[in-house]
């Protein structure tokens, strides 16, 4: 018997030790448990004369393609954020601002490529920012949204907690990993997420939490913008907004408290987008919240296309695309 397994352990670290998860089939799974955490784990491959998007276990963007190489006339929009920017396959600020950007200026090659994922704080936002860096993005649209902190915390605690103990030993075998993965998803007991709702709240109910939380996204959005300056990439950051009963407007505590983080890193070539004043201007009105938001967070097909249309304009303050 051990010697049926470590055959079939060679086996898997052999065959089985994908660049790209999902890039085939039989990779759908990674053979580690990394939570969108590892920095080596790519999510993109070159295919022939493409780049292949391929989401993964924990990171549940849209699968999207790219040419390559990247065409002399080419402008290459990467949008990274989550669930509130990921929202419906064309129903999200990414895609109506593609088609914007098509009709207004149809001679150029526009790509928007909206890389957004569920329940994804800053952390493994700027993980992802580092992987789309070689593929020479000409702006990237940030939408740190504020409201997955705790997610990035409670699944990095939750990643480290498997790799203590002898889970960390049982954990080391790529053969076990994949069993166990591959039993999760045939039995729908593991969709590669931790979820505890209440648990949630309570932490969401401790101010100490949040005001860690806000730590985190300054200092995230800090590396981000660096990155950005470092490859000479425009930024465009995306403030929050939020449908609260009580509110005149759409600007909570937090929002303003996430915007002020971001305001703080405006300088050449990275601007800030106000959301909430946008939403504002265009429904003032209280029966506005209702055609714009589905929840207090998300917004509707008619809130992104808004934001799509301001989005437009806000992208041609940039002086080299006037």
Known sequence: ?????????????????????????????????????DATQPIWFKSGNRIEFVPTQYLNFRGHTLPYPKPDNAFRIFTLGSSVSRSGADTNY????????????????WTVTNLSADGIGS???MLMLQKIMPLSPDLVILHVHGSNEYEDERDALYQRQLHQG???ILFQSRLIVLMKKIYGYMTLKDQGRVWDAEEEIRANEDP????????????????MIQLCTKHQVPVILVGRAEKREGLAGFDSELVRQVDHILKAYQE????????????????PEPRGKAL?????????????????????KHLFSFAFLK
């Not at 052999?14 to 990394?34: A, C, K, N, Q």
């Not at 990414?94 to 090659?109: C, G, I, M, V």
């Not at 939490?209 to 800090?222: G, Y």
């Open 208 to 223: 100490a939490n949040w005001e860690q939380w806000l730590q985190s996204i300054d200092r995230n959005t800090a590396r």
């Open 268 to 283: 050449p070539g990275v601007t800030f987008f106000n959301t909430s004043k946008k939403f504002f201007e265009y429904h």
């Open 1 to 37: 018997m051990i010697a049926l397994f470590l055959v079939l352990e060679v086996f898997a670290r052999v065959l089985w030790h994908p660049m790209v998860i999902g890039e085939r089939l039989y990779t759908r799974f990674s053979p580690v448990y990394d939570y969108g955490f």
């Open 94 to 109: 990414s895609y109506f601002l593609k088609q914007a950007l098509e009709t207004e200026h149809p001679e150029r090659d």
């Open 166 to 168: 002898l889970n960390g």
């Open 123 to 125: 952390l493994r936002i």
């Open 292 to 312: 714009l938001f589905t929840d207090e967070a998300h917004w509707t097909g008619e809130g992104h296309r808004v934001i799509a249309q301001q989005l437009l």
